[in-house]
């Protein structure tokens, strides 16, 4: 594999757009209708669709994407050398707080939060 885009799916694009725009501090690489991404290294990219979009893609081969809505599911974990300016960005941009900024047991530096969808979004700091 050569490059990696982990798609998250939102009820509002733009303000989802925003959000991650405002937490990760870029503008997308990517923005039409129907898909945004932020590229977040040199192979992976963030990809954000709305539901009902996908919903089309995924017919009724499985439940609609927005029952899942709120319900954490998945994570976003990123390493950054300033995870608790991240952290506390998102919260200010409207993320909900999950545990503050501490040494995990396995060695990283981390604060969740959860995204405007309930994605658990993390930022990490290698110790």
Same mark, same amino acid.
């Given at each position: 594999?050569?490059?990696?885009?982990?798609?998250?799916?939102?009820?509002?694009?733009?303000?989802?757009?925003?959000?991650?725009?405002?937490?990760?501090?870029?503008?997308?690489?990517? &923005?039409? =209708?129907?898909?945004?991404?932020?590229?977040?290294? *040199?192979?992976?990219?963030?990809? %954000?669709? #709305?539901?009902?979009?996908?919903?089309?893609?995924?017919?009724?081969?499985?439940?609609?994407?927005?029952?899942?809505?709120?319900?954490?599911?998945?994570?976003?974990?990123?390493?950054? &050398?300033? =995870?608790?300016?991240?952290?506390?960005?998102?919260? *200010?941009?409207?993320?909900?707080? %999950?545990? #503050?900024?501490?040494?995990?047991?396995?060695?990283?530096?981390?604060?969740?939060?959860?995204?405007?969808?309930?994605?658990?979004?993390?930022?990490?700091?290698?110790?």
């Amino acid at each position: 594999m050569s490059k990696v885009i982990f798609i998250i799916y939102v009820a509002d694009q733009q303000k989802s757009k925003d959000f991650y725009e405002d937490v990760l501090q870029q503008k997308p690489v990517l &923005d039409v =209708p129907g898909m945004t991404e932020f590229q977040i290294n *040199e192979h992976t990219k963030l990809g %954000i669709m #709305p539901e009902k979009g996908i919903a089309n893609i995924l017919g009724k081969e499985t439940p609609h994407p927005s029952t899942g809505n709120g319900i954490p599911r998945s994570e976003i974990y990123l390493y950054t &050398d300033h =995870p608790s300016q991240y952290y506390l960005r998102a919260i *200010e941009t409207g993320a909900k707080a %999950i545990s #503050p900024l501490q040494i995990r047991n396995w060695g990283d530096e981390v604060a969740y939060c959860a995204d405007l969808d309930g994605h658990i979004l993390t930022f990490a700091k290698t110790q």
